[in-house]
């Protein structure tokens, strides 16, 4: 089955810096890879997704970015905000989503 | 839309009970799927249902743990004499109609989750 590996596990920046969150996947035969933000105790919510035929995306600050030739594909917020705060999981799906470990991201004020 | 409704939202259980976990799917999805969640962990897959079809459950335990999604009602994960280990938040999400070549036929969308408690 798909394995996917996120690192780091935690984040801690500045508010105003960048931020980058790296995953890698297993099973080539995926081919939609989302981005959830989850705060505590709250539903994962849908941030960005990208599927295999596109190797970027961008929605205001936030962007993803996909190698499927390396299998690997990277969350990117800029001008990051207190709000940004929360555990990120990346996910790559064949049959089913399959979740990284997440990040903890923690913006500074 | 009333997005995927869960319930309960909090059940305590006592070791050796059952525990029934619902969750009707977004309008218009035919596909649901749950996940378990330990605390600072991230979402384990478990099972994947359309109505009245396990469609892959390798992520759910062999014993205890039984899921359905019957063709009228909500889809139901079933926890048979639970146990301290069982305690974890469950999230079901529904998807539209995944497999075909288009970006919002893939998204799920989860519910708020049920947080299971074993005494």
């Given at each position: 089955?798909e394995n996917v590996e996120q690192h780091p596990s935690?984040l801690?920046?500045?508010?105003?810096?960048?931020a980058v969150i790296k995953c890698t996947y297993s099973d080539?035969?995926s081919?939609y890879f989302p981005w959830y933000k989850?705060?505590?105790?709250?539903?994962?919510?849908?941030i960005i997704d990208i599927?295999s035929?596109?190797?970027?995306?961008?929605?205001?600050?936030?962007a993803v970015t996909l190698n499927k030739?390396a299998k690997h594909f990277s969350l990117h917020i800029?001008?990051?905000?207190?709000?940004?705060?929360?555990v990120y999981f990346c996910a790559a799906k064949?049959?089913?989503l399959t979740f990284g470990s997440g990040t903890?991201l923690?913006?500074?004020? | 839309?009333?997005?995927?409704?869960?319930?309960?939202?909090?059940?305590?259980?006592?070791?050796?009970?059952?525990?029934?976990?619902?969750?009707?799917?977004?309008?218009?999805?035919?596909?649901?799927?749950?996940?378990?969640?330990?605390?600072?962990?991230g979402l384990?897959?478990?099972?994947?249902?359309?109505?009245?079809?396990?469609?892959?459950?390798?992520?759910?335990?062999?014993?205890?743990?039984?899921?359905?999604?019957?063709?009228?009602?909500?889809?139901?994960?079933?926890?048979?004499?639970?146990?301290?280990?069982?305690?974890?938040?469950?999230?079901?999400?529904?998807?539209?109609?995944?497999?075909?070549?288009?970006?919002?036929?893939?998204?799920?969308?989860?519910?708020?989750?049920?947080?299971?408690?074993?005494?």
């Amino acid at each position: 089955g798909e394995n996917v590996e996120q690192h780091p596990s935690t984040l801690s920046v500045q508010e105003g810096d960048s931020a980058v969150i790296k995953c890698t996947y297993s099973d080539s035969a995926s081919n939609y890879f989302p981005w959830y933000k989850q705060e505590l105790g709250k539903r994962p919510q849908l941030i960005i997704d990208i599927r295999s035929n596109v190797g970027e995306k961008k929605d205001q600050r936030i962007a993803v970015t996909l190698n499927k030739t390396a299998k690997h594909f990277s969350l990117h917020i800029t001008e990051t905000q207190p709000e940004d705060s929360a555990v990120y999981f990346c996910a790559a799906k064949g049959r089913a989503l399959t979740f990284g470990s997440g990040t903890r991201l923690q913006v500074q004020p | 839309n009333a997005g995927v409704m869960q319930n309960p939202r909090h059940l305590v259980r006592r070791r050796g009970q059952e525990a029934r976990l619902r969750c009707s799917p977004m309008k218009g999805h035919s596909h649901v799927y749950w996940y378990r969640q330990l605390p600072e962990e991230g979402l384990k897959f478990m099972v994947y249902l359309q109505k009245e079809n396990i469609i892959d459950e390798s992520g759910m335990p062999k014993e205890r743990f039984s899921a359905e999604f019957p063709k009228e009602g909500p889809s139901i994960l079933r926890i048979q004499q639970v146990v301290r280990g069982d305690s974890a938040a469950y999230f079901c999400a529904s998807s539209p109609l995944p497999g075909q070549a288009s970006v919002a036929n893939e998204k799920l969308f989860f519910g708020s989750g049920t947080q299971l408690s074993v005494l």
